[in-house]
C-alpha cells in the first residue's frame, strides 16, 4: 500500500472550513483514499473514502486531484468536537496501515 | 447494530497474570482485526482474521494469543506481559473482499500491566 504524508498538525477556527490535505504520490489504481478520525482515547472512526471522483456525505467531502497523488479532507463548518487526529490511508489489499496523521485543534 | 464492543474498558494485570480482552460485532463482518496503539502514536495491525481463520499475524509476541471462537467474537489472550505491553487495544471489524469497505472500530481496552 502507498505511503502518505500529513502535516503533523493544524489549527482551525470555529464555523469555518478545515482543509486537510494528504500527499501520496506512489499510489496505484487500485487503492482507495481512506480518512479516519480519532478522538482522544477513542476508537478511530470512519469518515469517508474515495478512489477517483470526489466523494461528501454528512461528514465530509473528499477532493481527490486528477492524478490520484494527493487529497484534501474538507469539514466545512469544524466545531470544538472536531479537535481530533486525522489519518489518511491509502489502501490496496486487506490491511488498514495507519501513518502518523494531522491533529486539528478547532478553536474557539 | 452498527457497533463493535469491546471490554473490559480498563485492566490492569501484573506480568504473571493471564487474561483475556473480549470482542464482539453483529454486523456479519467476516473479517477482523486486533490494533495496539501506544500513546501519541498511530494504532499497528496485529492480528487479522478473515472467516474465523488467522489471515495475518504481524511479528507478534507469543504472549499475545488471538482467538476467534465464531462470526461475531474475536478474544485476545494475554500471558506474561511486560509493561512495554500497556497500550490501548483496538478491535475492529470489515466485510471481507476489497479495499471498497471501512473497518468500525471498537473503542478499545486500555491495558496496564504492572
Known amino acids: 500500500d502507498a505511503k502518505t504524508t500529513q502535516p503533523p498538525s493544524m489549527d482551525c477556527a470555529e464555523g469555518r472550513a478545515a482543509n486537510l490535505p494528504c500527499n501520496h504520490s506512489t499510489i496505484s489504481g487500485n487503492e482507495y483514499v481512506y480518512w479516519y478520525r480519532q478522538i482522544h482515547s477513542q476508537g478511530p472512526q470512519y469518515i469517508i473514502h474515495g478512489l477517483k471522483n470526489n466523494e461528501t456525505n454528512e461528514m465530509a467531502s473528499l477532493i481527490i486531484t486528477e492524478d490520484r497523488k494527493s487529497s484534501t479532507l474538507i469539514l466545512p463548518h469544524a466545531t470544538l468536537r472536531d479537535t481530533a487526529v486525522y489519518y489518511c490511508i491509502v489502501r490496496g489489499g486487506g490491511k488498514l496501515i495507519f501513518g502518523q496523521g494531522t491533529e486539528l485543534s478547532v478553536k474557539p | 447494530d452498527t457497533e463493535v464492543t469491546q471490554t473490559p474498558k480498563h485492566l490492569v494485570m501484573g506480568m504473571t497474570n493471564k487474561k483475556s480482552l473480549k470482542c464482539e460485532q453483529h454486523m456479519g463482518h467476516r473479517a477482523m482485526y486486533w490494533y495496539k496503539q501506544k500513546a501519541k502514536k498511530p494504532p499497528e495491525l496485529m492480528f487479522v482474521?478473515?472467516?474465523?481463520?488467522?489471515?495475518i499475524n504481524e511479528s507478534v509476541p507469543s504472549r499475545f494469543s488471538p482467538e476467534c471462537p465464531n462470526s461475531s467474537l474475536l478474544n485476545l489472550h494475554l500471558h506474561a506481559l511486560q509493561p512495554e505491553d500497556s497500550a490501548l487495544y483496538l478491535c475492529?471489524?470489515?466485510?471481507?473482499?476489497?479495499?471498497?469497505?471501512?473497518?468500525?472500530f471498537g473503542s478499545g481496552t486500555r491495558l496496564t500491566v504492572v
Open positions: 475492529a471489524s470489515s466485510p471481507p473482499g476489497g479495499p471498497n469497505y471501512g473497518y468500525t
Open positions: 482474521y478473515s472467516y474465523e481463520k488467522l489471515s
